[in-house]
């Protein structure tokens, strides 16, 4: 379909951010159990030794990792969405509470800025309009930045030239 096809209006240009999650919930599933048959057969070894308060403290770092990687799997429910058309840019920030946060803009009055570091790449990314800065994708991997920025960048050119 053509721009021309397009009412001005209508997003040519979406685009849903995640953050990436190497370990899926199987994988924590296996981890969780074989933690804990590990636990378990150290902590009996020193429970048969008389040492009952090694016991205690292994499953506190069983219920420990635990923890942590819930909280891990709730920061990952956050979301960010890009919507460029040719008379509006929004980004709608989506908080792990589930908290929404809109950002309304004026392509043509909007600057997508880069930061880059030379061995890392790209840093940070941000929307600028009219004294208001958004950072978008702070929680993408380096490769995905790189992805974004060169997808995002040339849809906003697309949207500035009408």
Known sequence: ???????????????LLTPHRSLG????????????AIWLVAGAIFLARGAWPVFGFF???????YGAFRLNYRAARVREEVSLSRTSLDIRKIAPSGRAVAHHFNPFWSRFSVARHAEIGITSMAVD??????????????????????AFSGALARAKRG
Do not use: K, Q, Y
């Open 25 to 36: 919930r199987t994988g924590f599933m296996v981890l969780m159990g074989t933690l804990a």
């Open 129 to 150: 309009s009219r004294g208001e800065s958004v950072p978008i994708g702070s929680f993408l991997n380096p490769d995905d930045r790189e992805s974004f920025a060169s």
């Open 59 to 65: 499953g506190l770092d069983l219920l420990l990792v």
């Open 1 to 15: 379909m053509s721009d021309t096809n397009l009412a001005p209006d209508e997003p040519f240009f979406r685009a």
